[in-house]
């Protein structure tokens, strides 16, 4: 069992950066995806990471956001660059299994083990 504490969250304007970081106190044979959820939507799948470091992100996020993981620190961080409006969301990460070590995915019914969640909001 995984527990998941994200931070870093805040108030940035368009263009600009945010590092959010989701501490994990459990195992490394796990998936930790990154999800989140504006007012009026669904939840998506922004990026993930599975237990060997093969990444995948959203469309809408590729190029701007960068997901790593220092195994050493049990520390998974998504940097998000050259922010906007439509990024404003609650963030959140999770984390799941997958027999396949090389395999993640943006689906939500994959994760079982959310974080609280940190605000992101891009405005100028």
């Known amino acids: 069992q995984v527990q998941l504490v994200e931070s870093g969250g805040g108030l940035v304007q368009p263009g600009g950066s945010l590092r959010l970081s989701c501490a994990a106190s459990?195992?490394?044979?796990?998936?930790v995806g990154w999800f989140r959820q504006a007012p009026g939507k669904e939840r998506e799948g922004v990026s993930c990471?599975?237990?060997?470091?093969?990444?995948n992100y959203a469309d809408s996020v590729k190029g701007r956001f960068t997901l790593s993981r220092d195994n050493a620190k049990n520390t998974i961080s998504l940097q998000m660059n050259s922010l906007k409006p439509e990024d404003t969301a609650v963030y959140y990460c999770?984390?799941?299994?997958?027999?396949?070590?090389?395999?993640?995915?943006?689906?939500?019914?994959?994760?079982?083990?959310w974080g609280q969640g940190t605000q992101v909001t891009v405005s100028s």
């Open positions: 999770a984390s799941g299994y997958y027999t396949d070590s090389q395999r993640c995915g943006l689906v939500v019914a994959d994760y079982d083990n």
């Open positions: 990471i599975s237990s060997d470091f093969v990444r």
């Open positions: 459990g195992s490394t044979f796990y998936a």
